[in-house]
T-cell receptor, first 116, second 111 residues
Framework: DAGITQSPRHKVTETGTPVTLRCHQTENHRYMYWYRQDPGHGLRLIHYSYGVKDTDKGEVSDGYSVSRSKTEDFLLTLESATSSQTSVYFC???????????????FGPGTRLTVT | DAKTTQPTSMDCAEGRAANLPCNHS???????VYWYRQIHSQGPQYIIHGLKNNETNEMASLIITEDRKSSTLILPHATLRDTAVYYCIVRPFSGTYKYIFGTGTRLKVLA
């Protein structure tokens, strides 16, 4: 399995509080992604990163910010959590090389966030 | 929006081949077909990818039609552990870094 960890794995927080989720990888992969998964919606991309300090928005970025100050860590911040952000959050990584430019993704175990 | 269409759910008898179809009629020439699966509440797992030729690995086979408008993922001898949601995704192999996941096919392998 790819070396991806997410912390915390479970969190309950109150509406209006800031929350930061961490994704850590030991694979030295260039690309990192944050997704959320809700019943009936499948996986939806929040933000992604294509290098240190290089990030871009995904499909559902409103209310979220990200930072990547080093290759191995990608942080997702909810500045002021709302109940609509209750979800399971997955981090993913990918890499490409000349021999394998196909960018398959490897996913972390997920973080279950509940906003009350 | 996802560029693929998959059946919502399928059943398969244990030990039999599971054939999961995917329609991607608007696929472009530079787009690959990827398959992932998600077992219960775990993170999705990469299975296989292909461009236009059929592909096989230790997990599955991927059959892509000659016009590339559809594909089939084949699990040759399904086991109970293959019960999962299977996602078919198309995306370019370079340029854009986004995957668009649809809602997938929920495969249930029956004992």
């Amino acid at each position: 399995d790819a070396g991806i960890t997410q912390s915390p794995r479970h969190k309950v927080t109150e509406t209006g509080t800031p929350v930061t989720l961490r994704c850590h990888q030991t694979e030295n992969h260039r690309y990192m992604y944050w997704y959320r998964q809700d019943p009936g919606h499948g996986l939806r991309l929040i933000h992604y990163s294509y290098g240190v300090k290089d990030t871009d928005k995904g499909e559902v970025s409103d209310g979220y910010s990200v930072s990547r100050s080093k290759t191995e860590d990608f942080l997702l911040t909810l500045e002021s959590a709302t109940s609509s952000q209750t979800s399971v959050y997955f981090c993913a990584i990918s890499e490409s090389t000349l021999a394998n430019p196909v960018y398959e993704q490897y996913f972390g175990p997920g973080t279950r966030l509940t906003v009350t | 929006d996802a560029k693929t269409t998959q059946p919502t759910s399928m059943d398969c008898a244990e030990g039999r081949a599971a054939n999961l179809p995917c329609n991607h009629s608007t696929i472009s020439g530079n787009e690959y077909v990827y398959w992932y699966r998600q077992i219960h509440s775990q993170g999705p797992q990469y299975i296989i990818h292909g461009l236009k030729n059929n592909e096989t690995n230790e997990m599955a086979s991927l059959i892509i039609t000659e016009d590339r408008k559809s594909s089939t993922l084949i699990l040759p001898h399904a086991t109970l552990r293959d019960t999962a949601v299977y996602y078919c995704i198309v995306r370019p192999f370079s340029g854009t870094y986004k995957y668009i996941f649809g809602t997938g096919t929920r495969l249930k392998v029956l004992a």
